[in-house]
């Protein structure tokens, strides 16, 4: 029978060898295992991150940079916007004087128009992230009328005039006229007017009279509504309201 010594000497004789060599090897592969690790997890938080300010941008607020000067001055090209999209999710509606984002397929741009669906998908994720600038199909404008409106221009003193009242809006460019195009329409029932602030600059609902639609832009088109301003550091903050559009009287038989 082997003794205890003899099977003990056996083990260790079948035992796989590990040499310096070896022991050098397993320290290294240990070491870059463990120095990977941080990576690995700051990979994962920053896909994480992404995920959310994507899904955040998609449905909640997303940024907005603003392309041109038809706004102007409210809103001046370069800057960025933050595009409140709750804020006509929960029955309520786009009221007069609200700067709101909209796609403009149907009423500003003909269907069919658009980007290929591919490119689309990849410009609104990055436009969700605030990297990119905002489909050639999306405009922002202001709301002047909405659904049984009679708007008109002008009066007299060349103000435009909504269900009989003049607007006093002074939120115009400086030295711009209200309209240098004269219209008399009725904004159907689920439709808004829209208008730029900086008229002379803006293609509007005016621009679209003739075209199928008329220019007028379906609310359920409306993105959401432009509540603060993202950048430049110095115009952070909420966008200035109006009281051009206080004590306008409700639609009726006599304005349509």
């Not at 990576?39 to 994962?44: E, N, Y």
């Not at 800057?79 to 984002?101: E, I, M, T, W």
């Not at 009281?243 to 009287?249: E, H, L, N, V």
Request: aromatic content about 8%; overall charge neutral; charged content about 25%.
């Amino acid at each position: 029978m082997d003794t205890e010594a003899e099977l003990q000497e056996r083990d260790r004789s079948s035992a796989p060898a590990t040499g310096p060599e070896e022991r050098s090897r397993s320290s290294r592969l240990r070491h870059r295992v463990a120095a990977s690790l941080p990576w690995r997890r700051l990979g994962a938080l920053g896909a994480a991150c992404a995920v959310f300010v994507l899904l955040f941008g998609t449905f909640v607020v997303q940024p907005f940079l603003i392309p041109s000067g038809s706004m102007e001055s409210t809103l001046r090209v370069g800057d960025r916007v933050l595009v409140n999209k709750l804020a006509y999710r929960f029955g309520s509606v786009p009221r007069r004087g609200d700067v709101v984002v909209f796609d403009g397929t149907g009423s500003f741009v003909q269907e069919g128009t658009g980007e290929n669906p591919v490119t689309a998908l990849l410009r609104g994720a990055a436009a969700s992230l605030g990297l990119a600038g905002p489909a050639e199909t999306d405009f922002v404008k202001r709301v002047v009328g909405v659904g049984g409106d009679r708007v008109v221009c002008c009066d007299a003193r060349g103000r435009i005039e909504v269900n009989g009242r003049p607007l006093d809006e002074e939120y115009l460019f400086p030295g711009d006229a209200a309209s240098r195009v004269p219209f008399d329409i009725v904004v159907p029932d689920g439709t808004l007017w829209m208008m730029g602030d900086h008229r002379s600059r803006s293609r509007d609902s005016r621009d679209h009279l003739g075209e199928p639609g008329g220019g007028m832009v379906p609310v359920d088109r409306v993105i959401g509504r432009v509540d603060w301003f993202g950048w430049p550091l110095g115009r952070v903050g909420s966008l200035p309201g109006t009281s051009a559009f206080d004590g306008i009287p409700a639609p009726g038989p006599a304005h349509g």
